[in-house]
C-alpha cells in the first residue's frame, strides 16, 4: 500500500463528506446515532470477540498493563458504547444555532452562528470506545471524522467501524463521514497530521509520546492535553468522611486513566487524622506510596513501614499505576501553590467545608476542571453530561476539559440587513 496516496484518499472523502454532514439535518444525525447503538447492541458478541483477539495478542506483544486496561472491552462496556451514542442524540444539536444578536448604531444586526468544524482526526491508542464515542460526537455536530486507532485494538476498532457504517447508510448520510484507518503503518500518522487542505483539526489521546510528536510536527491545529498529573487537596476544614472516600476512588478506581489522582495533598492539621486511615486503604489495595518526609514519618509512625521517599521527579510524574505520592502542606495557600507548579492542569479537587476556601480554590487554581468535594474521576464527558467526549483539552484556545459537541463547532460572524449600505 501507498500510505502517502491512500491517506490522501481518506482525506479527499472526508472533505467531500464533511460537506453533506454541515447540511444534515438534526433528525438524520439522531437515526443515524440510534442505528449505530443497535447495530453495536446487535453484534456485541462479534466485538467482544475481536477485542478478545486483540487482548491475546497485546498480552504476547508485552503491552504495559495501563494499556491492557484500556483496551480490555467488556459486555458492560459495549453496553455503555449504546448508551453514549443515545446520550448523545438527546442533547440539543449545536449546529445553525444563532446567539449574541445586537443592533447596530447603522441598524444592522449582528451575531454568531455555530458550525462545524469541518474534517476532524482523531489518533488514539488502545481504547476501542473511543471508535464510538468519536465517530458519534463528530456526527452530531456535523463534522466528518478519520479515526486513527492504535495497532493493539485494529480488530475491535475496525469491528466498531462496520457497525457506524451501517448506521450512517441507514440514515441515509455518506459512510464515509466516519473513516476509520485500515492500515496499522506508522507513517499513516505522519500523513495525517500535515494535510491541511483535507484536515480541519487533530485530536491525539494517547501517551505523552504520541502527544508530543502531534504537536512537533503537525501542520494542522491539535486539541490535546500532554498529562494527567492530578491532586485532591485535604483541607483542614474537610470532613472526615468524605475526605477518605474522594482519595481513595481517586486513585484507586482507576489507575490507567488520565483524571486518576497521583498526589494528595493534605493539611497539616488535618494529616494525623486522615492520612492513617488512608495508609490502610492504599496498603489493603497495594498502592506504592511515596511521601515527603512529614508524611512519611506519620505513616510509619502509625504502622506503614513500607514507605518510600517521594523525589522532586515524582511530583510532576503521571503514574498511570498503583503509585500516589503525598505531600503534607501547611494550609491552602501552599496546595494552590504546589498543584500550578506540579499540575499538569488538568483536574484537581478540594475536600472541605469551608465556602471561602472552595471558592477561592476554584478561582485560583489554574487547571480546566476544578472540583469541590468530589472525586477527580467524575472529568470525563459522559459524567459531564456530554453523551461522551473527543478527549481532554488542557488548552486554553477554543475548548478547555473535556470536549464534546461544542468543543466540536466553531462559530461564524452573521449580519442581518435590510439595503443597509456603509457611508
Request: with cysteine.
Amino acid at each position: 500500500m501507498d500510505i502517502k496516496e491512500y491517506m490522501q484518499g481518506v482525506g479527499r472523502a472526508a472533505r467531500q463528506a464533511s460537506r453533506a454532514m454541515a447540511k444534515a439535518d438534526s433528525g438524520a444525525k439522531n437515526a443515524a446515532l440510534e442505528a449505530i447503538a443497535i447495530a453495536i447492541e446487535r453484534e456485541a458478541e462479534r466485538l467482544l470477540a475481536a477485542n478478545a483477539s486483540d487482548m491475546k495478542a497485546a498480552e504476547a506483544a508485552g503491552l504495559e498493563p495501563a494499556l491492557l486496561d484500556r483496551l480490555a472491552l467488556t459486555p458492560k462496556g459495549v453496553a455503555a458504547m449504546a448508551e453514549g451514542l443515545r446520550q448523545i442524540a438527546k442533547l440539543p444539536d449545536p449546529i445553525g444555532e444563532m446567539d449574541d444578536f445586537s443592533y447596530r448604531p447603522s441598524g444592522i444586526q449582528v451575531g454568531k452562528m455555530r458550525v462545524p468544524l469541518g474534517v476532524v482526526g482523531i489518533i488514539y491508542e488502545a481504547r476501542p470506545n473511543v471508535t464510538a464515542d468519536a465517530a458519534g460526537l463528530c456526527l452530531k455536530s456535523g463534522n466528518a471524522a478519520i479515526l486513527r486507532g492504535g495497532s493493539e485494538a485494529v480488530r475491535a476498532n475496525q469491528a466498531i467501524a462496520e457497525c457506524v457504517r451501517e448506521g450512517l447508510a441507514r440514515a441515509g448520510l455518506p459512510e464515509l463521514a466516519v473513516q476509520v484507518i485500515e492500515t496499522t503503518d506508522r507513517s499513516a500518522v505522519g500523513e495525517l497530521i500535515t494535510m491541511p487542505e483535507y484536515v480541519d483539526v487533530i485530536v491525539p489521546r494517547g501517551g505523552k509520546g504520541l502527544i508530543e510528536r502531534i504537536s512537533r510536527e503537525a501542520r494542522v491545529p491539535v486539541i490535546k492535553h500532554l498529562d494527567g498529573v492530578c491532586h485532591v487537596y485535604i483541607d483542614d476544614d474537610a470532613d472526615l468522611d468524605k475526605a477518605v472516600r474522594i482519595a481513595d476512588n481517586a486513585k484507586t478506581h482507576r489507575y490507567g486513566t488520565c483524571n486518576t489522582m497521583e498526589t494528595l495533598l493534605v493539611a497539616q492539621a488535618m494529616a494525623p487524622k486522615v492520612l492513617p486511615l488512608l495508609g490502610r486503604i492504599y496498603t489493603e489495595k497495594r498502592v506504592e506510596l511515596r511521601a515527603c518526609a512529614a508524611s512519611r514519618a506519620l505513616l510509619q509512625e502509625a504502622g506503614f513501614q513500607d514507605v518510600a521517599v517521594a523525589t522532586e521527579t515524582d511530583w510532576h510524574t503521571e503514574y498511570l499505576a498503583p503509585i500516589l505520592s503525598i505531600r503534607i502542606v501547611p494550609g491552602m495557600e501552599e496546595a494552590i501553590s504546589h498543584i500550578n507548579h506540579y499540575g499538569s492542569h488538568h483536574t484537581d479537587a478540594i475536600v472541605t467545608e469551608n465556602y471561602s476556601r472552595a471558592r477561592r480554590f476554584l478561582r485560583e487554581v489554574d487547571s480546566a476542571s476544578v472540583m469541590v468535594n468530589a472525586s477527580t474521576r467524575f472529568a470525563d464527558g459522559f459524567e459531564y453530561g456530554l453523551g461522551a467526549e473527543i478527549g481532554i483539552s488542557t488548552d486554553k484556545i477554543h475548548a478547555r476539559g473535556p470536549v464534546g459537541l461544542q468543543g466540536l463547532t466553531s462559530q461564524k460572524w452573521v449580519v442581518l440587513g435590510d439595503g443597509h449600505v456603509r457611508s
